[in-house]
């Protein structure tokens, strides 16, 4: 088992509609949590932290269940824009030493 | 802020040539990365540092990869010989220990 899991997608959605992806990781310890943004043949890019009240900016939730080890992003009203992959990043440590994982990606196509 | 500088974004060669990349990472980040990305994948960690120190280097190829980052700063990447299955895109990133990363813009290989 992958310890950072995605499902690939692709997620085909209208514009408007609302559309949420879930991460799961496999080390209960990890204690930190992310989601990045990629464009086609660009890096990736921070979207959001993940913390464990939820957070929110704009459109976007992020939210995190540490009962059942996954991470998810919901995005409202999704626009043209949207279109992406979205990558979640797991970190397990401290200060003795630190992992970052990567998921694989989450594809979003948002057509009019 | 100045980003993560990475050099060149692209690079085609043959097979069984050397290669190198640099980085030059945000000021005051710490901890610098090198990933690899194979298309429809996440970020794959190759090598991490801290300060000058390889603290992760377990997923480096060191049959025909090696890293150096001499003062702690910018770091270079190198492989030699390069092989067809390695062309993929070369990122490199920074933080604060542990804290969310940055990336380059990326250096795309082509192995011919």
């Known amino acids: 088992r992958k310890e950072v899991e995605q499902d690939p997608g692709p997620f085909n959605v209208p514009e408007g509609a609302t559309v949420a992806f879930n991460c799961t990781y496999s080390n209960s310890a990890s204690q930190s949590f992310f989601w990045y943004r990629q464009d086609c043949r660009k890096e990736p890019k921070l979207l959001m932290s993940?913390?464990?009240s939820g957070n929110e900016d704009g459109r976007f939730t992020a939210q995190l269940n540490r009962a059942s080890q996954y991470i998810s992003l919901l995005i409202r009203d999704s626009k043209l824009s949207d279109s992406a992959t979205y990558l979640c990043?797991?970190?397990?440590?401290?200060?003795?030493?630190?992992?970052?994982?990567f998921g694989a990606g989450t594809r979003l196509f948002v057509k009019a | 802020e100045a980003g993560v500088v990475q050099s060149p974004r692209y690079k085609i060669i043959e097979k069984k040539q050397p290669v190198a990349f640099w980085c030059n990472p945000i000021s005051g980040h710490n901890t610098l990365y090198w990933y690899l990305q194979n298309l429809g994948q996440g970020p794959e960690l190759l090598i991490r540092y801290e300060n000058e120190e390889a603290v992760d280097d377990s997923q480096l190829p060191k049959d025909r990869f090696s890293a150096e980052r001499l003062k702690g700063v910018d770091s270079t990447l190198k492989i030699q010989p390069a092989e067809l299955g390695d062309s993929a895109v070369y990122l490199c990133a920074s933080s604060r220990q542990g804290g969310m990363i940055t990336f380059g813009s990326g250096t795309r290989l082509t192995v011919v």
């Open positions: 990043v797991v970190i397990t440590g401290n200060t003795g030493g630190f992992k970052t994982i």
């Open positions: 993940v913390y464990s």
